[in-house]
């Protein structure tokens, strides 16, 4: 057999107006995986992806704060750029911290991409620099109010 598929594909709509058609592609692909043996077949609702909205309020907040805040790195306070900012406020969020071994020794942090978080964890990274920035005096330039409930109940 030359065309087995090794690699599962993903089939998916974002309403009722497409299903019968996304199903139907899913069970022609499942067939024909089929000839080969068992299938697995999950169906489940897609956690919504962080918002465009959402993704420009996390950059806004991230500026604010390395413009506004001093961080101790290697024992010397300084600014960081919103980057540095950015890998902070994530491992915060989750209250979690990855580390590495550096290529030429010492230790680096490993980031989390903002990219693939829904919208309920996008939600608490920037629920957390608030009350970061609450603790370090920091003025923001777009008020708290402004921001979407949605973000906030996001489940």
């Known amino acids: 057999m030359t065309n087995v598929i090794h690699k599962p594909r993903h089939f998916w709509t974002s309403g009722p107006s497409r299903v019968r058609e996304v199903l139907r592609l899913a069970y022609l692909f499942a067939t024909e995986l089929s000839v080969s043996g068992a299938v697995e077949i999950i169906v489940r609702p897609v956690k919504s992806r962080r918002t465009v909205e ?6 806004a907040m991230l ?46 942090m490993l980031g989390v991409s903002t990219k693939r978080m829904t919208v309920a964890e996008l939600g608490d990274v920037i629920e957390c620099m608030y009350s970061f920035g609450a603790d370090k005096g920091v003025t923001w330039s777009e008020p708290k109010g402004q921001m979407p409930e949605q973000w906030e109940a996001a489940a």
């Open 54 to 59: 959402q993704n420009a309020k996390l950059w």
């Open 63 to 108: 500026g604010d704060i390395s413009r506004q805040v001093e961080w101790p790195v290697n024992g010397v306070m300084q600014k960081l750029d919103s980057e540095d900012w950015k890998a902070l406020m994530t491992a915060a969020a989750r209250q979690e911290i990855r580390m590495a071994q550096g290529i030429n020794g010492g230790v680096v």
